[in-house]
């Protein structure tokens, strides 16, 4: 009985003696305290972010060396690790972490340190610093040779467009969408960031709009256009006409040049010495005012560059000369001209 009882003083003794260990070894740890520096102002999509910081004993303020540290990033539904350190003399650390947007638009961070704690120190954590991942804007400049916007009828327009972000480092953009009057068309890539557009010959007096929208995911939208002028003499006539008789008939040829766009829109004439009774042509509208002038206009909306069309006109006379005009949609002159109008041999 007596052994027994020697048996639990001392099983009892061993718990109490171990319980002391034990809070004699956590009061032991030391009690720390973290510090932590994080962006306050916005930063770049793929910016390398550095954090610093120190961990300290909070009673002596002694740096707590080859500690590990922590980074979370605040997510949706718990924090988010994003970097990891080791401090060195005097407790300090430093790390780094790529800033990167899951979508493209100005992201919010939110980030603290934590210090976990291990057998010698306390576990400790700073308060939440937020900063913002912004989207970088991209600059767009559009020029053309030589500064110009104004060329001669028969001289191509050479444009030259370039992306960078203002820190004099060029870009491609992730989608690039160029049009050239309304039209859609293709850059040449000349270089990164950098692209040019030369334009068909100029061939009427008008003005062409050349436009640019970019994108680019971690960047800013936008979209720049510039116009250029048309003037000077015409070096080619962007529409032919020849005219012939036959019997009462006239027979009025036009055909577009190569070089024209297909946009004869409305035909205008009038004969020396005589006057048109009437006129006929496939996809054409005729009309003739109290002057005697007579007007065709197309209802397909164009004539295709390099093609012909023919008006066939009576006349009450036997006129010499046609004089013409070629009209675009906005009533702006294409080309005019007096025609010769020529008997046709029959049989």
Do not use: C
């Not at 010698?120 to 900063?131: I, L």
């Not at 979209?223 to 015409?234: D, N, Y």
């Not at 946009?263 to 009437?278: E, K, R």
């Amino acid at each position: 009985m007596k052994r027994v009882q020697y048996f639990a003083v001392a099983v009892g003794m061993l718990l109490l003696l171990s319980g002391v260990l034990v809070n004699a070894s956590a009061l032991r740890k030391q009690p720390t305290v973290i510090t932590f520096d994080a962006p306050t102002s916005a930063v770049s999509h793929n910016d390398v972010v550095t954090f610093t910081g120190t961990l300290t004993n909070s009673n002596t303020g002694e740096g707590l060396r080859d500690k590990s540290v922590f980074i979370y990033k605040e997510g949706p539904m718990a924090p988010i690790l994003i970097a990891e350190a080791l401090t060195g003399i005097g407790g300090a650390f430093s790390t780094t972490w790529k800033a990167t947007m899951d979508m493209n638009r100005d992201t919010p961070v939110t980030v603290f340190a934590q210090f976990d704690g291990d057998d010698t120190a306390m576990p400790s954590r700073t308060g939440k610093t937020s900063f913002r991942i912004a989207l970088t804007p991209i600059n767009l400049e559009i020029t053309t040779d030589g500064n110009k916007n104004r060329y001669f009828i028969g001289k191509m327009a050479l444009f030259s467009v370039a992306f960078h972000d203002g820190k004099g480092n060029f870009v491609d953009p992730g989608v690039i969408k160029a049009t050239y009057d309304g039209s859609f068309i293709s850059l040449n890539r000349v270089d990164m960031g950098r692209y040019t557009f030369e334009t068909p010959k100029l061939v009427k007096f008008e003005q062409h709009q050349f436009g640019v929208f970019v994108e680019k995911f971690g960047y800013t939208s936008i979209q720049k256009s510039l116009t250029i002028t048309v003037f000077g003499a015409e070096i080619t006539k962007p529409v032919k006409v020849t005219a012939s008789k036959v019997g009462d008939d006239i027979r009025i040829r036009v055909k577009n040049h190569p070089l024209s766009p297909g946009d004869v829109y409305t035909f205008m004439g009038q004969f020396l010495g005589a006057s048109p009774l009437g006129g006929s042509s496939s996809s054409w509208q005729f009309s003739i005012d109290p002057t005697g002038s007579f007007t065709f206009k197309s209802v397909e909306k164009s004539l295709p560059s390099g093609k012909f069309t023919s008006f066939k006109v009576k006349t009450d006379g036997a006129p010499t000369k046609l004089l013409w005009k070629a009209l675009d949609l906005h009533g702006k002159e294409l080309a005019s001209g007096a025609t010769t109008v020529r008997a046709m041999r029959t049989k």
